[in-house]
């Protein structure tokens, strides 16, 4: 039997579905099949982009694996060939090994920045007193808002570089417009491609159809409030912008809770193993950033508030850390692909 890998595997399965066309109208990936005769590498890596993994098209196939000689699972194939982009498209390349290892990597980096944090503290204000300290005075406003504009700014760097490289392969010569950009941002927002054809999303299992979708607009809304909500520091303690902190970190929680519920319940088997190794543990750390966030405003005057708050900053600079790396740059290949989309469809 022939084992087949990765793009080439996908190129395979994808010409059987460009004959039959059954899934027309499930998601931008069966429109934008049919803009092709000859499927390229770099085609697929745009359709692996653009799907959203929602499981639709393997439920409708009556020639998927194992029963059929054709063996197809198309969102399976594609999450591989998701995970090859990621790889191949990390800057410097050298860090794709961060992603092969993301599990290990995010453990490690959160006790690295942890025991940093401690000299830090130990040098400073003393273990011992740290808990009495006016969080303000532990964490000036300078340097929070310093070290979180860094962080944003290294963090745009290197999506810039390897976004422009992504776009690159995908492109097939054609300019962005601000259209395309618009319409692929209501895209995102309204996460059009989750709710698959009409019928729900079938992760994690057929009958199940609402539960990603929803958990992943919580963590996508409560992230981008909570990502807003800091720039106000040292609001996001007390007043307006705290309790929009607090609202951004349930959703997370929430969200993130969702999240790792589809890992556990999953039907085996079925998706892309390579993606499940980096979607676990930036869900993990995506639920600790939500508890420990959801603290803040709870624990203000008890002994436990700066530990906490401290223990809260360790995740989300570990998260934004390694955000170029890890599972954190979906967001970029597909957003990017959906711009192709709307570019290539003229929908923009
Ligand atoms: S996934 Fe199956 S049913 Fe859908 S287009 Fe491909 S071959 Fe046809
Ligand atoms: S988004 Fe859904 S319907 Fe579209 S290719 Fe992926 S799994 Fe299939």
Known sequence: ?????????????????NACRYCEGYCYVWDAIEMKFIIEPGYVEHLANLCHDCRD?????????????FKLNIPKTLGNVRMETYENFIRPKILKKVLQKEGIITLLTIII????????????????????IPVTSVFPVYLF?????????????????????YWNEINDGKHMNSMGIFKAIYDAINHKNFWGGGTGCKIPSENNK????????????GF??????????PGIISGYAGYAYFIGSILLFAGSIGMIHIHMVDTKGLRSEKQSAI???????????????ILIPISVKTY????????HDVFILTLFILAPFSKFIHPLFRFLSLIKYRIDTGSS
């Open 1 to 17: 039997m022939t084992e087949y890998s990765g793009v080439n595997e996908a190129i395979r399965q994808l010409s059987i579905c």
């Open 57 to 69: 098209c393997y439920y409708a196939c009556p020639y998927n694996e194992p029963d059929h000689a």
């Open 113 to 132: 920045i942890f025991i940093a944090s401690l000299l830090y503290i130990s040098s400073r204000f003393g273990i011992y007193n740290f808990y009495k």
């Open 145 to 165: 808002k310093g070290v979180s504009y860094f962080i944003y700014l290294y963090v745009a760097v290197l999506w810039i570089f390897e976004g422009v490289a």
């Open 210 to 221: 609402y539960e990603r979708p929803v958990a992943h607009m919580m963590v996508f809304f």
């Open 224 to 233: 981008i409030i909570a990502l807003i909500s800091v720039l106000f520091y």
């Open 279 to 293: 979607d676990y543990p930036f869900t993990v750390l995506l639920f600790f950033v939500g508890f420990t966030g």
């Open 304 to 311: 436990i508030f700066n530990w906490n708050f401290l223990i």
